[in-house]
């Protein structure tokens, strides 16, 4: 550990110490987790418990942390608040805020988990999302002894992609990829790049991650450590330029249509499901392509 994440390390234990309104804070992500690669650019993941989470989820408590550049929140896991900070020097912290009596009745269902078939919809889904994301490692900053026992509890968990959702993940993108070279044909650069990443890019690399684990390899969401986990061949597939201009978005479009099809093809034979990419779309394309402006 750095020198800075020390600094960082006893700053913040210090702040959760003295606040009376967080009843646990605990260390989650790459940096608590086995096997993970941490380096200067790792941010920092934590669990905020709280009885009283708007005290937190408008973000403002980051700024009694340290100089601080900016402050952004969004919802994630379900209905839960991410706040996320950056500190001097690009120090990147995550904060979950998570409601102290919702995450009690959690750890105690997961003392039965045979029961789990009579549990209600969004504490299953609750103690799936904390399976997920703190079940490959934690460490617990302020809560002591009862925080460790209930964290211990928590058996990591992978979902593997569903057939409805690989269904929907292909129909998303086809019909994207028509929007989006409509979009380039008509002079609409900038709608279509958008789409281009946004969508098409995205659901590319939501079933690259799929094949990966479906073949052993470690993979990570959002494209974290592509480099290391895609092969040469999904390295270039993913390899995605263009400009704001027709040819080179049109060409950008045939290029993810090539490897989200062969990714799916993959995806779905390894589950033995269908996958029947729409040779219409693709031939309509490639005339596209072959027209001049």
């Known amino acids: 550990m750095s020198g800075r994440d020390d600094a960082w390390a006893a700053a913040v234990s210090a702040w959760a110490g003295g606040r009376p309104d967080i009843q646990a804070l605990v260390q989650i ?88 078939r009579w549990w209600p919809r969004p504490l299953r889904e609750g103690v799936a999302s904390l399976r997920i994301v703190a079940g490959p490692g934690w460490r617990v900053i302020k809560g002591g002894e009862a925080w460790e026992r209930r964290y211990a509890r928590i058996a990591p968990l992978q979902v593997p992609l569903s057939e409805r959702e690989f269904q929907g993940l292909c129909g998303e993108f086809w019909t994207q990829l028509v929007w989006a070279a409509k979009k380039a044909a008509r002079g609409e650069y900038r709608a279509s790049l958008r789409t281009l990443h946004l969508h098409l890019v995205e659901n590319c690399m939501r079933l690259l991650q799929e094949e990966a684990l479906l073949a052993g390899r470690r993979s990570y969401p959002l494209g974290r450590r592509a480099e290391q986990w895609l092969s040469p061949s999904e390295l270039l597939g993913t390899d995605v330029r263009a400009g704001a201009d027709r040819a080179s978005l049109l060409a950008a479009l045939a290029q993810i249509a090539d490897t989200f099809e062969k990714t799916s093809a993959a995806v779905a034979g390894r589950h033995g499901w269908t996958s029947s990419p729409p040779a219409a779309v693709r031939a309509w394309l490639a005339g596209l392509g072959a027209t001049p402006t």
């Open 29 to 116: 992500g790459s940096r608590v987790q086995a096997g993970s690669v941490v380096d200067g650019w790792s941010d920092h993941d934590y669990h905020l418990v709280t009885s009283s989470p708007g005290n937190f989820t408008d973000g403002s408590f980051a700024h009694e942390l340290g100089p601080c550049w900016a402050v952004g929140a969004q919802v994630a896991f379900g209905n839960a608040v991410k706040v996320t900070a950056v500190y001097d020097g690009a120090l990147e912290a995550d904060f979950v805020i998570v409601r102290h009596a919702e995450l009690l009745v959690a750890m105690l269902a997961m003392r039965w988990p045979a029961a789990e």
